[in-house]
């Protein structure tokens, strides 16, 4: 049973930054493709961004393009989503999700492809 374990949410200002982390127990990062999603009360779960194994590609929601970044490190088991320019609409709980199975180079942006899911990270972003 794979694990995912997000950390680094928090309150953060507009304009400013955070970086979530998202470790698997039980599996390696190396073996997914990676991706993070965001909900917020009563709508439904919405992709966030995505990453391929090797990190080759990468797949990004519109709202976020330019401001947040997916990266992975295999070697230290870590997938991150660096997020600047951060606005009060970006206020959400995060989660972590990976795909063992992807069907094309780019990452999924369809919540059904992911196998696994972490518990979340309430990120908010004060006006």
């Known amino acids: 049973q794979v694990q995912l374990v997000e950390s680094g949410g928090g309150l953060v200002e507009t304009g400013g930054s955070l970086r979530l982390s998202c470790a698997p127990s039980?599996?390696?990062?190396?073996?997914?493709?990676m991706g993070w999603f965001r909900q917020t009360p009563g709508k439904e779960r919405e992709f966030v961004a995505g990453?391929?194994?090797?990190?080759?590609?990468?797949r990004y929601a519109d709202s976020v393009k330019g401001r947040f970044t997916i990266s992975r490190d295999n070697a230290k088991n870590t997938v991150y989503l660096q997020m600047n320019s951060l606005k009060p609409e970006d206020t959400a709980v995060y989660y972590c999700?990976?795909?063992?199975?992807?069907?094309?180079?780019?990452?999924?942006?369809?919540?059904?492809?992911?196998?696994?899911w972490g518990q979340g990270t309430q990120v908010t972003v004060s006006s």
């Open positions: 039980g599996s390696t990062v190396s073996r997914y493709y």
């Open positions: 999700a990976a795909d063992s199975d992807p069907l094309y180079s780019n990452p999924s942006s369809l919540t059904k492809r992911y196998d696994y």
């Open positions: 990453i391929s194994w090797s990190g080759g590609n990468t």
